[in-house]
């Protein structure tokens, strides 16, 4: 079966700095776009960034230039280094993967268990 493992969250203070990584495991025929999302407390979950499998990226406007993604094709892993951490990125950030298992003819979302993100001095 699919497993998003992800590992990285932590509390950090304003400016500081984090990195998420998530591995995706599982009988992949194809992995297409692997990202991150989040969602904060009363809020709905929103795309953070996401990544292609030929490395092409795409950011949320209120972390461009902060955050960036980058993946690893041999690992099925994806990262999301964010810099200049503000409070309102406090938030459970989910990993995402679209991807097609082998004996499958369907490609898929595949979610991760989230990881918390607290920025606060």
């Known amino acids: 079966q699919v497993q998003l493992v992800e590992s990285g969250g932590g509390l950090v203070q304003p400016g500081g700095s984090l990195r998420l990584s998530c591995a995706a495991s599982g009988s992949w025929f194809s992995i297409n776009t692997m990202g991150w999302y989040r969602q904060a407390p009363g809020k709905q979950r929103e795309l953070v960034a996401t990544?292609?499998?030929?490395?092409?990226?795409n950011y949320a406007d209120s972390v461009k230039g902060r955050f960036t993604a980058s993946r690893d094709n041999a690992t099925n892993t994806v990262y999301l280094q964010m810099n200049s951490l503000k409070p309102d990125d406090t938030a459970v950030y989910y990993c995402?993967?679209?991807?097609?298992?082998?004996?499958?003819?369907?490609?898929?979302?595949?979610w991760g268990q989230g990881t918390q993100v607290t920025v606060s001095s």
């Open positions: 995402n993967t679209v991807g097609k298992l082998l004996r499958s003819s369907l490609y898929r979302n595949y």
């Open positions: 990544i292609t499998s030929g490395f092409s990226t």
